[in-house]
């Protein structure tokens, strides 16, 4: 089945402690991404990736880190938490990052951060 | 710059009644627009995208959404509502990134 997952899908940690938010696609996708979700605001980009080893800042990168070794995966990467990164995270991909491509989502993340 | 507006936080409908889901954008070239929908403890669904071509789009579960460029809009419709429709709906438009609006909770009473 053709589906971009995320893992953990819930997470409760303290300020400061470093953490992981793994992402993964099997469709060969070249474009990833990652996105916030909070009410009001929709969701919006944090950082996105066009290729393996190409990755750049979206609206809202402070505090957030991603690399992408390999094409599959896209780790989302918080160095020292803070509470104001209490949300919902959603990875996704995409064939290309043309505009006309859709994306596909994982089932998010929920963090919070106390 | 580009950008969507969902201009109503809510929608309430009852069963059976024709849904709508309001969407306006403002883009500076064409625009790619789509609908995603979340159900609770989901993620997101896509459900249609207009590229270009026929200003009436039919997506998943009987979706349908219609492109309208002098009114700039692309409003979401649903002939028949279900109590299973109920979600949250997001507007997006994709231009050199995808760009979403703040969302509208739909409520299908039965």
């Known amino acids: 089945e053709a589906q971009v997952t995320q893992n953990p899908r819930y997470l409760i940690t303290v300020t400061g402690k470093k953490l992981t938010v793994t992402c993964s696609q099997n469709?060969?996708?070249?474009?990833m991404s990652w996105y916030r979700q909070d009410p009001g605001l929709g969701l919006r980009q944090i950082y996105y990736?066009?290729?393996?080893?190409?990755?750049d800042k979206g609206d809202v990168p402070e505090g957030y880190k991603v690399s992408r070794k390999e094409k599959r995966n896209f780790p989302l990467i918080l160095e020292s938490p803070s509470p104001n990164q209490t949300s919902l995270y959603f990875c996704a991909s995409g064939r290309t990052s043309g505009s006309g491509e859709t994306q596909y989502f994982g089932p998010g993340t929920r963090l919070l951060v106390l | 710059a580009q950008s969507v507006a969902q201009p109503e936080d809510q929608v309430n409908v009852a069963e059976g009644n024709p849904l709508t889901v309001k969407c306006t954008y403002s883009?500076?070239?064409?625009?790619?627009l789509f609908w995603y929908v979340q159900y609770p403890n989901r993620g997101l669904q896509f459900l249609l995208k207009y590229i270009t071509g026929d200003n009436l789009v039919k997506g998943s579960y009987g979706f349908e959404a219609e492109f309208n460029k002098s009114q700039t809009s692309f409003h979401l419709k649903k002939p028949s509502a279900l109590v299973s429709d109920s979600a949250l709906y997001f507007c997006?438009?994709?231009?050199?990134?995808?760009?979403f609006g703040a969302g509208t909770t739909v409520t299908v009473r039965a």
């Open positions: 883009v500076s070239g064409n625009p790619y």
């Open positions: 990736s066009m290729n393996v080893e190409v990755t």
């Open positions: 469709m060969n996708h070249e474009y």
């Open positions: 997006a438009c994709n231009d050199y990134k995808l760009s």
